[in-house]
């Protein structure tokens, strides 16, 4: 399902430049090398054979993320050029296309196509939009990242800060594995989801605590069971997810501009679905208006039919039991029209005048059946040597 993206202007790694000190050379043991499979060019046409190569080629989920954060870090540039154009991706399906095909990205191209590919894989994952934290202090910009379930639990990952950061203006293209799977204990000092539900922590902290670095203001307060919430979330249609979310950030205070558009974002998000619910359910009605508009023109042909068959006097002959059946069939049809007609709710004016016109047709319609449903009893009642009597033209 395509995702409609918030209009976030990507925090960027500030990387530091330092001077280089000679200093007396000390005998330490390496770090053990992180090992991943190289996923290859003809592999990365779409974010689908991506998956399929990581799941057909990595031993575990393990490895095949660390091959997506490696090969993004070294085959995804960072987009300086529309970095602060919000509206650049129109959502999340626009954002893998431009990544592939331009293989240059902001954060939300990075964050959604690692959280496709993952997904596409069999790993549970979630795009993140939030705000970034240097030296304790919020930074200027939104910001998105992936969470990704491994092993029963959610970590965070940042493939645009994994990939390179920006020192002296110019970006440099440099992988970093600091923010690969991340705990959410240690990635709420940098990263901070605006939904607090994302922070994936049992005691989440306000907007205003983690401002203010009060780290353990959250230690008192009653369990947050965030893995019911998402399962919960996830079954949620997009209206409800927004209102839904909208809710909890509220509770979790407004206590930047960028919180405050996240805010704005999702209530737009409620006014646009709210409005298409209502012209889907309108266009269902609609739908089921035309049906019963449908179903009255072949009850009318079927009566037409019985009209010229009566004005013949009930010839070419056929059996009283299917002259019954013909009669009472249509009748039974006009009323289950007239039934469905009383269910339907319209707010179009145009349409409710059609909705009054059948109704009164309907009507119309099974007064006449009611007159020949009685002719058609009397007609069987009546001997065959004086059924001829009975008829007379009728005009309509």
């Known amino acids: 399902m395509k995702r409609l993206i918030s209009t976030l202007t990507c925090s960027l790694l500030l990387l530091q430049a330092t001077a280089q000190i ?6 330490t043991t390496a770090a053990p090398a992180i090992t991943f499979t190289a996923i290859p060019d003809s592999a990365t046409g779409s974010s689908a054979s991506m998956a399929a190569y ?11 993320l660390r091959s997506l954060y490696s090969w993004m870090s070294s085959h995804i540039q ?4 529309n970095t602060f154009k919000p509206d650049y991706y129109k959502d999340t399906t626009d954002a893998i296309r431009k990544t592939l095909q331009t293989r240059t ?13 993952c997904r596409k894989a069999g790993i549970p994952a979630w795009q993140i939009s939030g705000y970034t934290l240097t030296n304790g202090k919020v930074d200027n910009a939104s910001h998105a990242w992936v969470a990704v379930l491994l092993d029963n639990e959610w970590q965070l990952i940042d493939p645009t800060w994994g990939s390179g950061g920006v020192i002296n203006n110019k970006y440099i ?11 959410p204990a240690v990635s709420i000092k940098t990263h901070v989801p605006f939904d607090p539900l994302y922070q994936f922590l049992e005691q989440p902290l306000r907007h205003d605590e983690i401002r203010d670095g009060k780290w353990a203001a959250g230690a008192g ?14 079954s949620m249609s997009l209206q409800d997810r927004a209102t839904n979310a909208v809710a909890r950030i509220d509770r979790y205070g407004v206590t930047n501009q960028m919180v405050s558009a996240e805010m704005t974002y999702l209530i737009n998000v409620m006014t646009v679905e709210k409005h298409n619910a209502e012209v889907t359910a309108q266009n269902g009605v609609i739908d089921r208006l035309n049906a019963c508009s449908s179903r009255y023109n072949r009850v009318v042909n079927s009566f037409n039919d019985y009209v010229v068959f009566r004005n013949n006097q009930f010839s070419p002959s056929k059996p009283d039991k299917e002259i019954r059946e013909w009669v009472d069939g249509m009748m039974s049809k006009t009323t289950e029209i007239e039934q469905q007609l009383q269910g339907l709710t319209i707010t179009d004016p145009g349409n409710r005048r059609v909705l009054a016109e059948l109704e009164e047709s309907v009507t119309q319609m099974k007064r006449r059946l009611a007159e020949e449903q009685a002719f058609v009893t009397k007609y069987i009642k009546t001997g065959k040597l004086f059924r001829k009597s009975l008829f007379y033209k009728l005009a309509f």
């Not at 191209?109 to 590919?117: P, T």
């Not at 293209?173 to 705990?183: E, G």
């Open 22 to 27: 000679p200093v007396k050379k000390t005998t």
């Open 54 to 64: 990581l799941a057909a080629h990595s031993e575990s989920k393990l490895a095949a």
């Open 78 to 81: 960072y987009d300086m050029v």
């Open 105 to 117: 990205a902001v954060c939300q191209g990075y964050s959604a196509l690692f959280m496709d590919v």
């Open 173 to 183: 293209a440099k992988i970093n594995w600091k923010y690969f799977l991340v705990s």
């Open 221 to 234: 307060r009653p369990r947050f069971a965030y893995r019911d919430t998402l399962a919960a979330f996830t």
